[in-house]
């Protein structure tokens, strides 16, 4: 009977919950749930089918436990992330002692506050990080984060502490997907790059030392490294210095250009009834084309491979300036007969191949 309850007015809980959850409400449930004394409160939510105070109860327990701490010990995860994290365990926890019959279990047999927090806490939590269930206590492994030498490793871990490292090659625990390291790096980094978007008083600036930082958002297949404002000399004029030259994979390839502008430029204009690219466009194809010519002369060429190891001729030409919009694709492609051996690129499709990417590599599965 109490199960029953429970499964009733926690599906409800969850539906209603997800459909207006958000990021404050998670963080206000967290807050609750520490200014609330439920150390021995067990019994009397369990007797009344109160799925609040039990959700609640664990939460604060997940937020104490040693496997919880182990895994902020590194310091890569903000105080945000973690209660959210905390959420979520706690969740998935009540979810597990419900469908084990825990707490029917824990009614039928008159288990005390203390027994019933015991169990939980040395037993059933535990098990979500565990390989197999029904192992004994002692046999029990874990799943854990550690940090070795500044990178996030994820190792199974058993009760005398010997640990093992599992990765793609070594699937000890059969684990369908996991967000490793580089995933989570990732998607700290678009984060951050969204942030940096919505930031008006941001600069080129601070965009040029976030993909300096990231390379990985300039970068496909082709390329191996993005150098910054390399300085193209000139005899008797300024130099020139694009925002970053890159560099292929292929020694036998030849490096392309890209700049760089603001997310805040406007891209697209009308002008007689048909919509166009802005001034702010054309002023940096303008200024790539200057870059791209300067690799035309061959004492310019010669210069740059002898003083940066870097040949560039004909150079491919990126731009990444402004927002997507609502502008039809196929305008859009229409368009880009206006500036023709130049790629341009929203910062929306940067953060979006971002996106996809993140999700992608969460979906890995791992063979073993």
């Not at 365990?89 to 707490?103: I, N, R």
């Not at 979500?128 to 854990?144: G, H, M, P, R, Y």
């Not at 020139?240 to 204009?269: G, Y």
């Not at 130049?342 to 993140?358: M, S």
Request: with cysteine; charged share 25%.
């Amino acid at each position: 009977m109490v199960a029953a309850t429970l499964a009733m007015w926690h599906g409800h809980s969850v539906m209603s919950g997800r459909a207006a959850k958000s990021d404050a409400a998670a963080l206000a449930s967290v807050t609750e749930v520490r200014m609330l004394e439920t150390q021995n409160s067990w019994i009397e939510p369990l007797f009344n089918s109160d799925v609040r105070r039990l959700q609640s109860n664990l939460l604060r327990l997940v937020s104490e436990h040693p496997i919880t701490r182990t895994l902020y010990a590194s310091g890569e995860f903000s105080p945000r992330k973690q209660e959210r994290i905390c959420v979520d365990l706690a969740e998935l926890l009540f979810v597990q002692l419900l469908e084990g019959g825990c707490w029917q279990n824990y009614f039928d047999c008159g288990y005390t506050n203390e027994e019933i927090e015991q169990q939980i806490y040395r037993s059933e939590f535990p098990k979500l990080f565990s390989n197999k269930k029904d192992l004994d206590a002692d046999e029990v492994e874990f799943l854990a984060l550690t940090s070795i030498n500044g990178t996030i490793r994820l190792v199974s871990l058993a009760r005398d502490g010997a640990y093992k490292y599992l990765d793609e090659a070594n699937n000890l625990h059969h684990i369908l997907y996991v967000a490793s390291s580089e995933t989570l790096v990732l998607q700290s980094a678009v984060e951050e790059l969204e942030t940096l978007i919505n930031a008006h008083r941001a600069t080129e600036g601070d965009f040029q030392d976030f993909f300096e930082r990231n390379p990985d958002f300039i970068l496909n297949d082709e390329y191996k490294k993005a150098h910054r404002h390399l300085v193209l000399a000139q005899e008797g004029e300024s130099s020139l210095i694009p925002d970053f030259m890159l560099e292929p994979i292929n020694q036998n390839s030849m490096c392309d250009l890209l700049e760089l502008k603001l997310p805040s430029a406007n891209i697209f204009v009308l002008k007689k009834r048909r919509i166009r690219f802005s001034a702010a466009v054309f002023e940096a194809c303008a200024q790539l084309r200057e870059y791209g010519a300067f690799f035309d002369e061959e004492k310019n060429r010669i210069a740059v491979q002898e003083r940066y190891a870097l040949l560039a001729y004909k150079p491919r030409m990126f731009v990444i300036i402004g927002r997507q919009g609502s502008v039809n694709p196929i305008q859009l492609r229409r368009m880009e007969n206006d500036i023709p051996g130049i790629r341009l690129r929203t910062y929306d499709e940067v953060v979006n191949w971002a996106k996809w990417r993140v999700d992608n590599m969460k979906r890995v599965k791992l063979r073993g």
